[in-house]
């Protein structure tokens, strides 16, 4: 998902709505607009990803080969397959 943040400083605007739309539809992603200050766009960003994590078994479904965690899994993660970043 490509999220353009900061919509409330519309005046600052670098990319254009129809930009991003277009960039998002090249490398199929969902797209959306919002504002992390305002709130506008957050929830039905957060809506929008989770539908389409739903209609797109391939990413939730359980797979022998893959690695790390997945919704549904009943095992812990491994420590190899956490979180890098935090
Ligand atoms: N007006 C406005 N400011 C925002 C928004 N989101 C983040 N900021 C501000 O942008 C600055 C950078 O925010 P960070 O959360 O640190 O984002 P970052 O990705 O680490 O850094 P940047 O690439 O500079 O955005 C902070 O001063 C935030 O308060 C937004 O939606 N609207």
Redesign the pocket.
């Known amino acids: 998902m490509l999220v353009g ?2 919509i ?2 519309e005046s600052s605007r670098m990319v254009s709505r129809d930009e991003g739309n277009k960039f998002a539809k090249k490398y199929s992603m969902l797209f959306i607009e ?4 305002t709130c506008e766009g957050v929830q039905i960003a957060f809506e929008e990803l989770v539908q389409k994590i739903i209609q797109t078994p391939g990413l939730w479904q359980n797979d022998q080969h893959s690695q790390g965690f997945r919704p549904g899994d009943t095992d812990k993660p491994t420590e190899s397959s956490g979180c890098t970043y935090c």
């Open positions: 943040n900061k409330d400083q919002a504002s992390a200050r």
